[in-house]
Structures are given as structure tokens and as C-alpha cells.
């Protein structure tokens, strides 16, 4: 956009490097270059940062509101280094902006993570995850969206209103090369969750989808950019 103010760049180089300085000098919450972006994150719970991906950082009640799908099928697997160190740097940044950490995900079998308020654990595990068999991103998806559906229609009113946590936004980061069965096809399920968040008088900001692109097969590019921007309905 013109005369828009140009946003700082933090490189996966640099953000590894702050990681482990932070960790080795044993500074809880030590600066990080541009760090005022992660002070308005903590302030806002929901604000952008440019890096690999657009950062929304939030939490919810009983979930955590940032949460890590991982795309761990076969295709993915001469990605892995980088998708280990890209959720390094990532999830180390994030987990501290708010009280109930980040949940993790993989599409393929198993239950997700949840609640990781360190990365030792979390990272182990996408460390040591086995590549294998395809991927249909649906049936991970609906389950994270439907969770989300089910807190904000959970009834808030009287005294349990006042105790319980605020319903912060969801922020949903995606790693993945795009390659995904082939009538596998996210667009409707998110199309369809806009328009639920709408029918429930929530509005769009609450939720942050961000796909994270791996590799340079046309097809895995041409969904992104679907997804990224040939929605009808943007969250």
C-alpha cells in the first residue's frame, strides 16, 4: 500500500540467535531487536509482525488461543530442518505473551499438545515426528475451529461470567507445503467459519489464520495464494 510505513524484518537467523542468548543468559523476557511489536502483542493480544508469518498472539478460555498445525505427511519431509527450526524460533517468541502458552498440532495421528507454556517438549516432538502418508488438513481443521465455536457459545452471563477468562482471539498458524489429498479443500470449512463467527456476533479480528509455505510445487503455491487472498469471505 502507498505511504504505508515500512515494518522492520527479523530474519529466522536473527530470531534463532535472540532465542539462545535469552536462554543462555538466563534474562526472562530479554529484548529482542523490535521488540516493542511483542509489547503491543501483550497489550492487544491481536496485532500483525512481519516476519515468515504474520503474528497474532492471543489466548482463550481452556484453549490456548495460539496454536501450531503442522503439515507432517510425506511431502513435508525435505522441509523438516527448516520447519523444525522455523517453529523454534516461533513458538519460543510466543509462548511467554500470554498465560496459557500454545497448543501443537500435527495432521496426521494423535492428540495435540496442549497448553505448552515451555518449548523443550514441544519441540522435541516436532523434532522427532515421522514423516509418512498424506495429508487431508480438513480433519484437523475442524476439530481446532469447532473448539473454538464451542467456547464462544458457552453462556457468559452473572457470576461466572465475572470468573471466568476473557475469550481472546485465535491465532492459527499453518505449516505446510500444500500438497494435500487431492479433493482435500479447506476453503468451504473456512468460508463457513467466518460466516458462523458473523452469525455469532463475533467479529472478524477474533481470529488470525496464517498459512506458513514450504517448497515451490505450483500446486502447493496455487492453494496458498487461494487461501492468502481468493477467500469470498476473509477472516
Known amino acids: 500500500m502507498q505511504g504505508a510505513p515500512k515494518l522492520p524484518f527479523l530474519s529466522l537467523e536473527d530470531a534463532l540467535d535472540w532465542k539462545r542468548r535469552a536462554k543462555d543468559d538466563y534474562v526472562p523476557g530479554k529484548e529482542l531487536n523490535d521488540g516493542q ?8 493480544h491481536h496485532v500483525s509482525v512481519p516476519w515468515p508469518v504474520m503474528i497474532f498472539l492471543s489466548r482463550l478460555a481452556n ?10 505427511s510425506a511431502s513435508m519431509k525435505s522441509h523438516w530442518k527448516h520447519v523444525v527450526l522455523l517453529f523454534e524460533a516461533l513458538s519460543y517468541m510466543v509462548k511467554d505473551v ?6 501443537l498440532w500435527f495432521t496426521g495421528p494423535g492428540k495435540p499438545l496442549r497448553n505448552c507454556r515451555t518449548t523443550t517438549v514441544p519441540l522435541h516432538a516436532v523434532q522427532y515426528r515421522k514423516q509418512q502418508g498424506t495429508t487431508d488438513i480438513v480433519t484437523k481443521l475442524d476439530p481446532i475451529f469447532q473448539d473454538y465455536l464451542d467456547v464462544l457459545k458457552k453462556p457468559r452471563s452473572g457470576v461466572l461470567a465475572r470468573l471466568s477468562k476473557p475469550i481472546m482471539p485465535l491465532s492459527l498458524y499453518i505449516l505446510t507445503d500444500g500438497l494435500w489429498e487431492k479433493n482435500c479443500n479447506p476453503v468451504p470449512l473456512v468460508e463457513g467459519f ?17 498459512f506458513i509455505s514450504f517448497g515451490e510445487d505450483p500446486v502447493g503455491l496455487d492453494r496458498m495464494e487461494l487461501l492468502d487472498s481468493g477467500l469470498i469471505v476473509h477472516l
Open 98 to 103: 500470554g498465560p496459557d502458552g500454545f497448543d
Open 37 to 44: 511489536y511483542l509489547d503491543r502483542l501483550k497489550n492487544r
Open 63 to 72: 484453549l490456548s488461543g495460539q496454536i501450531f498445525l503442522i503439515d507432517d
Open 194 to 210: 467466518a460466516r458462523k463467527l458473523e452469525n455469532l456476533g463475533e467479529v472478524k479480528s477474533k481470529v488470525g489464520i496464517q
